[in-house]
Protein backbone atom coordinates (compact mmCIF):
# COMPACT_ATOMS: atom_id res chain seq x y z
CA UNK A 1 0.00 0.00 0.00
CA UNK A 2 1.64 3.52 -1.04
CA UNK A 3 1.69 6.13 1.34
CA UNK A 4 2.71 9.49 1.16
CA UNK A 5 2.42 11.35 4.84
CA UNK A 6 3.08 14.69 5.07
CA UNK A 7 3.89 16.79 8.09
CA UNK A 8 5.65 20.12 9.62
CA UNK A 9 2.54 22.67 8.64
CA UNK A 10 1.11 24.99 10.98
CA UNK A 11 0.61 28.75 11.85
CA UNK A 12 3.49 31.21 11.25
CA UNK A 13 3.44 35.10 11.03
CA UNK A 14 4.83 36.47 7.86
CA UNK A 15 8.41 36.44 7.46
CA UNK A 16 8.94 32.97 9.32
CA UNK A 17 9.64 29.50 8.68
CA UNK A 18 8.23 26.48 8.04
CA UNK A 19 10.21 23.05 7.09
CA UNK A 20 7.48 20.28 5.30
CA UNK A 21 8.26 16.48 5.00
CA UNK A 22 7.00 14.02 3.01
CA UNK A 23 7.25 10.15 4.46
CA UNK A 24 6.99 7.39 1.47
CA UNK A 25 6.32 3.48 1.28
CA UNK A 26 5.11 1.26 -0.43
CA UNK A 27 7.18 2.75 -3.51
CA UNK A 28 10.46 2.68 -5.10
CA UNK A 29 11.21 6.45 -3.49
CA UNK A 30 14.46 6.94 -5.78
CA UNK A 31 12.68 5.98 -8.88
CA UNK A 32 10.24 8.59 -8.48
CA UNK A 33 10.17 12.38 -9.11
CA UNK A 34 8.47 14.01 -6.15
CA UNK A 35 6.90 17.26 -6.09
CA UNK A 36 4.89 19.44 -3.90
CA UNK A 37 1.86 20.73 -4.42
CA UNK A 38 -0.41 23.55 -2.90
CA UNK A 39 -3.89 24.77 -3.12
CA UNK A 40 -5.59 28.02 -1.23
CA UNK A 41 -9.17 28.16 -0.72
CA UNK A 42 -11.47 28.92 -4.42
CA UNK A 43 -7.73 28.19 -6.13
CA UNK A 44 -6.69 25.78 -8.10
CA UNK A 45 -3.93 23.37 -7.36
CA UNK A 46 -0.81 24.56 -8.32
CA UNK A 47 2.79 23.28 -8.78
CA UNK A 48 5.77 24.86 -5.99
CA UNK A 49 8.71 22.82 -6.17
CA UNK A 50 9.89 19.48 -7.82
CA UNK A 51 13.08 17.71 -7.15
CA UNK A 52 14.52 14.72 -9.55
CA UNK A 53 14.93 10.53 -8.64
CA UNK A 54 19.03 11.62 -7.29
CA UNK A 55 17.86 15.00 -6.10
CA UNK A 56 20.69 16.86 -8.65
CA UNK A 57 17.82 18.99 -10.45
CA UNK A 58 15.52 21.31 -8.67
CA UNK A 59 12.36 23.05 -10.14
CA UNK A 60 10.48 26.07 -8.39
CA UNK A 61 7.57 28.20 -9.48
CA UNK A 62 8.40 31.51 -9.56
CA UNK A 63 6.62 32.80 -6.68
CA UNK A 64 8.96 30.87 -4.32
CA UNK A 65 12.05 31.05 -5.99
CA UNK A 66 14.80 32.37 -3.81
CA UNK A 67 12.20 31.33 -0.77
CA UNK A 68 11.80 28.08 -0.64
CA UNK A 69 14.44 24.84 -1.08
CA UNK A 70 12.73 20.87 -1.79
CA UNK A 71 15.41 18.53 -0.75
CA UNK A 72 15.02 14.45 -0.84
CA UNK A 73 16.65 11.36 1.25
CA UNK A 74 16.49 8.64 -0.31
CA UNK A 75 18.04 6.65 2.45
CA UNK A 76 14.92 7.92 4.46
CA UNK A 77 12.51 7.61 1.43
CA UNK A 78 11.41 11.37 2.54
CA UNK A 79 11.15 14.82 0.80
CA UNK A 80 11.50 17.87 2.79
CA UNK A 81 10.53 21.62 1.64
CA UNK A 82 11.90 24.49 3.45
CA UNK A 83 10.15 27.23 3.31
CA UNK A 84 11.91 30.91 4.44
CA UNK A 85 10.40 34.14 4.36
CA UNK A 86 6.81 33.26 4.27
CA UNK A 87 4.22 35.46 2.78
CA UNK A 88 0.27 35.43 3.77
CA UNK A 89 -0.10 34.28 -0.19
CA UNK A 90 1.50 31.31 0.64
CA UNK A 91 -1.37 30.36 3.01
CA UNK A 92 -2.68 26.97 1.63
CA UNK A 93 -2.76 23.02 1.87
CA UNK A 94 0.78 21.58 0.87
CA UNK A 95 0.59 18.17 -0.59
CA UNK A 96 3.12 16.05 -1.70
CA UNK A 97 2.98 14.07 -4.93
CA UNK A 98 4.72 11.67 -6.54
CA UNK A 99 5.34 10.56 -10.06
CA UNK A 100 7.58 9.14 -13.21
CA UNK A 101 9.31 12.63 -14.39
CA UNK A 102 8.92 16.23 -14.26
CA UNK A 103 5.40 18.11 -14.82
CA UNK A 104 4.25 21.34 -13.41
CA UNK A 105 0.67 19.87 -13.99
CA UNK A 106 -0.76 17.54 -11.39
CA UNK A 107 -2.25 15.19 -13.79
CA UNK A 108 0.55 12.82 -14.40
CA UNK A 109 1.01 12.40 -10.47
CA UNK A 110 0.08 8.93 -9.39
CA UNK A 111 0.57 8.94 -5.78
CA UNK A 112 -0.16 11.76 -3.10
CA UNK A 113 -0.35 12.75 0.59
CA UNK A 114 -3.13 13.72 2.62
CA UNK A 115 -1.88 17.40 2.76
CA UNK A 116 -0.75 19.83 5.42
CA UNK A 117 -2.01 23.04 6.36
CA UNK A 118 0.32 25.86 6.45
CA UNK A 119 -1.13 29.00 7.40
CA UNK A 120 0.67 32.66 7.87
CA UNK A 121 -0.46 35.36 9.32
CA UNK A 122 -0.16 39.26 8.42
Known amino acids: QVQLVESGGGLVQAGGSLRLSCAAS????????MAWFRQAPGKEREFVAG????????DYTDSVKGRFTISRDNAKNTVYLQMNTLKPEDTAVYYCAATGVFSPNSGPYVYWGQGTQVTVSS
Open 26 to 33: GITFSSRY
Open 51 to 58: VSRSGSST
